[in-house]
C-alpha cells in the first residue's frame, strides 16, 4: 500500500538542495497533503503588472535608482525565454567590454526568465534585486548577500518562497 507521503518523497526537489532534511520534510509533507500551492498563492497573492521589455527595464531601474545610485547604467533588460530554471538561471548579468574611442567601456544588460511576466509580484522583485546586486558583487558572498537584503531586507524568504513556488509549478496535477 502506498502512502501519500510516500509518493511526494519520491517527487525531487531540485530547487531545494542543501536546506536541511527537517525542512525538506515539511515542504514534502504539504506536497502530500496537496496545500503547498495554496499557501503560496495565500502568502503571495499580488500579481504585477510587468510584462513588457520597457515596463521591465523601468522597473528594474526604479530599483536601481533607489538602491544602488552608483553602480553603472544598463544598456538592456529583457524577459528571456530561453532561461531554464533547471540549470538554476532565473535571471543572468552580463558586461560586454569594448574598446571606443581609447577607453574601455562595457555595456551592462540583465535577463530574467520569461516565467516571472506570470510570477507574484514579490518573486519578480526577488530576482531583481538579485541580478542587480550582481553589478556590485560578482560571487555569492557575505557581501552579494548584504546588499541583497538591503534592498529586500525578506530577501532570503523570499528567495526560499521562490523555490517552493517553482517546486509547486512542477507538481504532477491531481
Not at 39 to 63: F, G, K, M, N, W
Not at 128 to 147: I, P
Request: hydrophobic share 40%; with cysteine.
Amino acid at each position: 500500500m502506498t502512502h501519500a507521503s510516500d509518493a511526494s518523497d519520491a517527487f525531487p526537489l531540485p530547487y531545494l538542495t542543501g536546506y536541511a532534511p527537517d525542512l525538506l520534510a515539511q515542504v514534502r509533507g504539504l506536497i502530500a497533503d496537496g496545500r503547498l500551492s495554496g499557501i503560496l498563492a495565500q502568502r503571495y497573492p499580488d500579481t504585477h503588472e510587468v510584462r513588457t521589455e520597457r515596463a521591465l527595464y523601468d522597473y528594474v531601474s526604479d530599483l536601481k535608482a533607489r538602491h544602488m545610485k552608483s553602480a553603472p547604467p544598463l544598456a538592456k533588460v529583457a524577459y528571456d525565454p530561453r532561461l531554464q530554471t533547471v540549470r538554476n538561471a532565473l535571471g543572468t548579468h552580463s558586461s560586454v567590454s569594448r574598446v571606443q574611442g581609447g577607453k574601455l567601456k562595457a555595456k551592462r544588460e540583465i535577463r530574467i526568465a520569461a516565467l516571472f511576466k506570470e510570477a507574484p509580484a514579490d518573486f519578480l522583485r526577488m530576482i531583481v534585486v538579485h541580478e542587480l546586486a550582481h553589478l556590485k558583487e560578482r560571487e555569492h558572498d557575505k557581501a552579494f548577500y548584504a546588499l541583497c537584503r538591503h534592498m529586500a531586507p525578506d530577501y532570503h524568504q523570499l528567495e526560499f518562497d521562490l523555490r517552493l513556488w517553482l517546486t509547486a509549478r512542477e507538481l504532477p496535477a491531481s
